[in-house]
């Protein structure tokens, strides 16, 4: 925990979640990503009955909802001990995609939308995923979509083609952006959608192979097609023309969610990385620790964790008093910063460990292929370092 950002609801949560992310995940978690779903899925059900059990449910959730009422502040600090396990934030019921759709739909969705897919996945009932990004488009501009809706009747008929549909493969539903009103200016003419998965229209295409590891369940990415895909018009989130301000506003969350979870990466990294340099011997009791380069590696990587740290959470206090639009230059440095320095710690934890660090004997090789998307998704880190760079040149007349 971090004093300046420390809250007495924290103090007692902190220990808890830390004490169960070691006992519970730490001993099977080699165990879960290597294997197939099916078996990983039972695993994890029976540690998250124990997790609900504890009172540690979904952390971000109001109390009223089920959840322990946590600010975004509060629940970055815990956001990173979950980071430092991959399923940690699963067994919490916080993972993405679901937390994103689940601030979608609490804010956005109808009162019958709620009941039929917002209840059920906060209880973790269910799963879900998101379909914006398109192959024959850049993902960098969501305002480019060849997916469309078409008002037919009381339904929409949609059709599409989408990828990176993370945790499609056996999810209940979709949250789908697609254009609904093609002559609007291009920031008003997508709207999101709520489809349920088992609808004829849809077909999940493939789980994709990222750097030769397809996955499946929530541990895959999809491409997937809407085919005269028809859902009622009430299956709208919000208004017909604000898919993009709806992206925008689950999106700036999201960022925070992911920057706190690739810290719990960097820490987990980090102290395998020490612990390599501290225990394995070169010659005549000369250990790697010794060498001058790792001792390097050590001290950048200590300093540019607790620099990213700092600057998450104050991005996340900034966002609880004003909200994210104000926060948009925090969340922007933060996106790109962060996800570089989690590709040089996870590099430098790697090298570490030679020969044993690209084996799927520790978890470096997972987070080293699994996470290399970090400067990718949600933006590339191009994009935001250009409108931060916008942003700040404003106040210099240009």
């Not at 059900?45 to 959840?67: F, H, M, N, T, V």
């Not at 009422?69 to 970055?76: K, V």
């Not at 394995?280 to 620099?307: D, F, M, V």
């Not at 409108?387 to 700040?392: F, M, V």
């Amino acid at each position: 925990m971090i004093e300046l950002f420390t809250t007495e609801k924290l103090k007692s949560l902190y220990p808890k979640v830390k004490a169960f992310m070691e006992t519970e995940l730490y001993p099977v978690e080699l165990q879960m990503v290597n294997g197939p779903w099916a078996e990983t899925k039972t695993l994890l059900d029976e540690i998250r009955a124990k997790a609900k059990a504890l009172g540690l449910w979904a952390p971000y959730l109001s109390e009223e909802e089920g959840g322990l009422g946590l600010s975004m502040a509060e629940f970055g600090q815990i956001s990173e001990i979950l980071g430092a396990t991959p399923l940690g934030h699963y067994v919490l019921n916080c993972q993405a995609p679901d937390i994103g759709n689940i601030e979608l739909l609490h804010q956005f969705a109808s009162n019958g939308l709620k009941e039929q897919f917002l209840v059920p996945l906060m209880n973790g009932e269910i799963r879900s995923c998101f379909a914006m990004t398109e192959p024959e488009f850049a993902g960098s501009n969501p305002v480019n979509l060849g997916t469309t809706a078409v008002l037919d009747g009381s339904e929409y008929v949609i059709n599409g083609h989408k990828w990176f549909t993370t945790a499609a493969d056996g999810a209940a539903f979709t949250i789908v952006m697609a254009v609904t009103n093609p002559e609007a200016n291009p920031y008003e003419r997508a709207s999101m959608i709520v489809v349920p998965l088992d609808n004829p229209g849809f077909e999940n295409v493939r789980n994709i192979s990222i750097m030769g590891e397809a996955g499946g369940g929530y541990m895959s990415h999809s491409e997937v097609r809407f085919t005269n895909c028809r859902v009622p018009r009430s299956n709208l989130i919000g208004e017909e023309g604000t898919g993009f301000m709806l992206a925008q506003q689950r999106l700036g969350p999201g960022r925070i969610h992911h920057c706190m979870r690739w810290i719990g990466i960097c820490e987990r990294a980090f102290d395998m990385m020490c612990n390599r340099a501290a225990s394995r011997e070169l010659r005549g009791g000369k250990k790697l620790g010794h060498q001058q380069t790792i001792q390097n590696w050590i001290a950048e990587s200590r300093a540019e964790i607790n620099a990213s740290r700092y600057m998450v959470l104050h991005a996340a206090h900034k966002m609880d008093l004003e909200g994210s639009k104000a926060a948009r230059m925090e969340i922007s440095t933060i996106k790109f910063y962060v996800a570089d320095v989690l590709m040089k710690v996870l590099d430098r934890a790697v090298q570490v460990h030679g020969a044993l660090g690209i084996t799927d004997d520790t978890l470096l090789s997972f987070w080293y292929r699994h996470e290399r998307g970090a400067r990718i998704y949600d933006g590339p880190d191009e994009v935001h370092k250009s409108s931060l760079a916008k942003s700040i040149l404003k106040g210099y007349g240009i």
